[in-house]
């Protein structure tokens, strides 16, 4: 059995939701959106089948062994025909393998759930083998590429706002890729456009603009304009707010490739909406990128992408702190 093969949280969300409960499920995964959800969506449909509050209860993995754990699903309801137990960090319960033999007969009045943030190595290895064979095992996912746009888009639509495929790809250039940073922010979109329902790329820089933080298009733009002091500003800025330093690395990256493409771009006079699709970026900022290519030769590109793969390798090969590297960076870029 391999790693791809584990069936998706959403299958064991949909089943929940009808209140068709398994004893036992054990969800593990990278997407902590998902994993949040299938929480949620666990304890509102089993509420309905508690009687006692004693009947419910949630676990932190670090406070009992598993052993402990499979005890207290062994235990009798106080007052309901089932109960619930809740196992939080299950990815730092060091010795699982007790619960191959519970998976193989759980008990029938419990219903006990285990949420494991991240991977699994070998999902082959017990007790996952014994897990998965009995459909007690399922993968949360991360959403990346159409995927992420395509629910993106769908969520404005359940809130009742229009968001198309292009601005869908800003907001998550904007915010990165984790989907409750991402459902905040189009909370806050919302919330700023009113009646309106039209999602626009006017407001989404706006909501940037209200909250007082800078966005990755903003240092963008302030480093193809070549201000060292506004730069610095807002790679701060965007450290501060939670950006990681590897984003913003990938993110000028992109952008600087971008530049390497419009020369010849523009000497075979592609129309501007279809250069800005070549180049990866929202046609509102292209304008931006023309000008800046006229203060970026050909040379000085060369230097830019050394400078980006020292400040890559810098990150992940060294303990110096992420604002220091950021800043050499910019300084380097700049110079």
Wanted: net charge neutral.
């Amino acid at each position: 059995m391999g790693k791809s093969k584990a069936p998706s949280i959403l299958e064991a969300v949909a089943e929940i939701k009808k209140r068709k409960f398994k004893p036992l499920y054990y969800f593990f995964g990278e997407d902590a959106y998902n994993l949040s959800f299938a929480l949620h969506t666990l304890e509102e449909s089993f509420a309905p089948l508690l009687s006692s509050d004693f009947d419910k209860e949630t676990i932190y993995s670090e406070d009992k062994t598993i052993n402990e754990i499979l005890g207290l699903a062994s235990a009798f309801p106080f007052g309901s025909e089932k109960k619930l137990i809740i196992i939080k960090e299950a990815d730092k319960i060091r010795d699982k393998k007790p619960l191959k033999e519970y998976a193989a007969s759980p008990a029938k009045f419990t219903v006990i759930a285990f949420f494991h943030i991240g991977s699994i190595t070998n999902l082959n290895s017990e007790p996952y083998k014994t897990l998965y064979n009995n459909n007690f095992l399922f993968e949360a996912k991360e959403l990346k590429g159409k995927l992420l746009i395509d629910w993106l888009i769908s969520l404005a639509e359940l809130k009742g706002k229009t968001l198309s495929e292009e601005n869908a790809q800003v907001l998550v250039d904007i915010v990165g890729e984790n989907r409750n940073m991402l459902e905040d922010q189009l909370e806050k979109i919302c919330v700023f456009l009113k009646k309106k329902t039209d999602i626009t790329i006017e407001s989404i820089q706006q909501v940037s603009s209200e909250l007082k933080q800078f966005n990755i298009f903003d240092l963008q733009n302030a480093v193809g304009l070549r201000d060292k002091a506004k730069s610095l500003a807002i790679a701060y800025n965007l450290l501060d707010n939670g950006a990681e330093p590897t984003f913003i690395i990938t993110m000028l990256t992109r952008y600087f490739t971008g530049l390497s493409k419009i020369t010849e771009l523009k000497s075979k006079n592609i129309p501007d909406m279809e250069a800005a699709r070549i180049i990866g970026t929202h046609h509102f900022y292209y304008p931006g990128y023309v000008k800046a290519r006229t203060l970026y030769l050909d040379q000085k590109l060369v230097e830019v992408f050394r400078s980006l793969l020292k400040a890559d390798i810098s990150i992940k090969t060294t303990s110096t702190d992420n604002k220091t590297i950021i800043a050499l960076l910019i300084s380097e870029i700049l110079q």
